[in-house]
């Protein structure tokens, strides 16, 4: 499985910002994907995943109400919608996909990773 990030950006504070991750295989209907961000010297912190159906999905509590993932499985695309966007979401965001593991939120429980796309927040 390959993944590719794209559509990061500089938004001003309070402004949008959606991220797409495409996927490469015939298998993106069985995966669950997820989002992560890091800035420089600090761990890489779960944002948002989302089941293989797109029924489910979890989110990181800094992104709550204000972040929404979403997939399009005949696409092979996953979304990272952003919205009321703060200079503490300025950081590189990564998309990740797993077929099966027990957690969600930890990067252990992603086994394929994309590059990161730079979303830079101004206040």
């Known amino acids: 499985v390959q993944l590719q990030a794209f559509g990061g950006g500089l938004v001003q504070a309070g402004g949008s910002l959606r991220l797409s991750c495409a996927a490469s295989?015939?298998?993106?209907?069985?995966?669950?994907m997820g989002w992560f961000r890091q800035i420089p010297g600090k761990e890489r912190e779960f944002v948002a995943a989302?089941?293989?159906?797109?029924?489910?999905?979890d989110y990181g509590d800094s992104v709550k109400g204000r972040f929404t993932i979403s997939r399009d499985n005949a696409k092979n695309t996953v979304w990272l919608q952003m919205n009321t966007l703060k200079p503490e979401d300025t950081a590189v965001y990564y998309c990740?996909?797993?077929?099966?593991?027990?957690?969600?939120?930890?990067?252990?429980?992603?086994?394929?990773w994309g590059q990161g796309t730079l979303v830079t927040v101004s206040s």
């Open positions: 989302i089941s293989w159906s797109g029924t489910s999905t």
């Open positions: 990740a996909a797993t077929y099966y593991s027990r957690g969600w939120s930890d990067v252990r429980d992603y086994k394929y």
């Open positions: 295989g015939h298998t993106f209907s069985r995966l669950r």
